[in-house]
């Protein structure tokens, strides 16, 4: 009996604590200095209601480039006075049980640190979750560690770009393939029948004349 009774109460708090836990989450949580990264924003639906925006608050000197675009959903960027990307609103509409993933590839703060994801859920309902509190708090933001122990995404592109250098460097390898047919056609002209049409117009005129020799002799 005692034992069914912990279950039980386990049981009752884990489902209590679900809602708390089911917030926007933005992945990786640690990322190197100055390194093109892929992030993705994880947002669930922790309401009966369904979310139809999300917006999010770019963080202090990380740069935004690319963006994936979801199924059913529509993107607004906007920039401050400076030029800079302050906030990304996402909207479109999840099920009750449904969760969004949105993905952009931005450039991270060159110092080290922690950088906040604050962001604001809208339902259909008209309520609003923000998440822009401390990690403790009842409504945290998302958090990623800038940190040079991380490893180095380099995504967007560099990676490509130097295999294409790399490849470009042992171009000249291709000339030894180049030269292949060159040494062809010295084979095909080393094996050329004229030196035998030759002989043998030579060996027939040599004959000839040796007839035309035996000819005059008999003549009185």
Same mark, same amino acid.
Do not use: C
């Given at each position: 009996?005692i034992r /069914?009774?912990?279950?039980?109460t386990?049981a009752t708090?884990?489902v209590?604590?679900?809602?708390a836990?089911?917030?926007?989450?933005?992945?990786?949580?640690?990322v190197?200095?100055?390194d093109?990264?892929?992030?993705?924003?994880i947002?669930?639906? @922790?309401r009966d209601a369904?979310t139809?925006?999300?917006?999010?608050?770019?963080?202090?000197?990380l740069?935004?480039?690319?963006?994936?675009?979801?199924?059913?959903?529509? /993107?607004?960027?906007?920039?401050?006075a400076d030029?800079s990307?302050?906030?990304?609103t996402?909207?479109?509409?999840?099920?009750?049980?449904?969760?969004? /993933?949105?993905?952009?590839?931005?450039?991270?703060p060159?110092q080290?640190g922690?950088?906040?994801?604050?962001s604001?859920q809208?339902?259909?309902d008209?309520?609003?979750s923000?998440?822009i509190?401390?990690a403790?708090?009842?409504?945290?933001?998302?958090?990623?560690t800038?940190?040079?122990?991380a490893?180095?995404?380099?995504?967007?592109g560099?990676?490509? @770009?130097?295999?294409?250098?790399?490849?470009a460097?042992a171009t000249?390898?291709?000339?030894?393939?180049?030269a292949?047919?060159a040494?062809?056609?010295v084979?095909?002209?080393s094996?050329?029948p004229?030196?035998?049409?030759?002989?043998?117009?030579?060996?027939?005129?040599?004959a000839?004349?040796?007839?035309l020799?035996?000819l005059r002799?008999?003549t009185?």
């Amino acid at each position: 009996m005692i034992r /069914r009774a912990l279950l039980a109460t386990a049981a009752t708090t884990l489902v209590a604590a679900a809602p708390a836990s089911a917030h926007v989450q933005v992945r990786p949580a640690l990322v190197a200095p100055g390194d093109p990264v892929l992030f993705e924003v994880i947002v669930p639906n @922790e309401r009966d209601a369904h979310t139809t925006e999300v917006t999010l608050q770019v963080p202090k000197d990380l740069i935004p480039f690319s963006f994936a675009e979801p199924d059913g959903w529509t /993107r607004e960027n906007k920039e401050g006075a400076d030029g800079s990307l302050e906030t990304i609103t996402w909207k479109g509409e999840l099920a009750e049980d449904g969760f969004a /993933r949105f993905s952009f590839l931005a450039s991270t703060p060159e110092q080290e640190g922690e950088i906040s994801w604050k962001s604001i859920q809208t339902y259909d309902d008209g309520s609003v979750s923000r998440w822009i509190g401390a990690a403790d708090s009842e409504n945290p933001a998302a958090v990623t560690t800038v940190s040079a122990d991380a490893p180095r995404q380099n995504a967007g592109g560099e990676g490509a @770009e130097a295999a294409t250098e790399g490849s470009a460097t042992a171009t000249p390898a291709a000339d030894t393939t180049d030269a292949a047919p060159a040494a062809a056609t010295v084979a095909e002209d080393s094996d050329s029948p004229l030196p035998l049409i030759l002989s043998i117009v030579a060996v027939a005129l040599a004959a000839a004349a040796v007839l035309l020799q035996l000819l005059r002799r008999r003549t009185p």
